[in-house]
């Protein structure tokens, strides 16, 4: 199983992204996919994920609404869409795939990772 994120850059702040991840190789049903983002000196931080199953969605606390995240179930691909970005958004951004049944919010509970995508947000 590979995953491809793309979609970051520089943007200003008030401004939006679209991160796109595709995974590839994957033969089986797996549980979620979901993004992290890490900032330089930072523990890496749950940003939001998707659900294959039900569709269900979830987000981190510092959301509050700004991000939308969506998956295509045949295209094994979940997209997070930024909008009014912040300074503080900025890190690099990790999808990540999870084949078991944990829970959305711990990196630990994932088993596949992207390489990430660099997300700066200038003020």
């Known amino acids: 199983v590979q995953l491809q994120a793309s979609g970051g850059g520089l943007v200003q702040a008030g401004g939006s992204l679209r991160l796109s991840c595709v995974a590839s190789?994957?033969?089986?049903?797996?549980?979620?996919m979901g993004w992290f983002r890490q900032a330089p000196g930072k523990e890496r931080e749950f940003v939001g994920g998707?659900?294959?199953?039900?569709?269900?969605?979830y987000y981190g606390e510092f959301v509050k609404g700004r991000f939308t995240i969506s998956g295509d179930n045949a295209k094994n691909t979940v997209l997070l869409q930024m909008n009014s970005l912040k300074p503080e958004d900025t890190a690099v951004y990790y999808c990540?795939?999870?084949?078991?049944?944990?829970?959305?919010?711990?990196?630990?509970?994932?088993?596949?990772w992207g390489q990430g995508t660099k997300v700066t947000v200038s003020s």
């Open positions: 190789g994957v033969t089986f049903n797996y549980n979620r």
């Open positions: 990540a795939l999870q084949t078991g049944t944990g829970t959305y919010y711990y990196a630990h509970e994932y088993d596949y």
């Open positions: 998707f659900r294959r199953e039900y569709g269900t969605t």
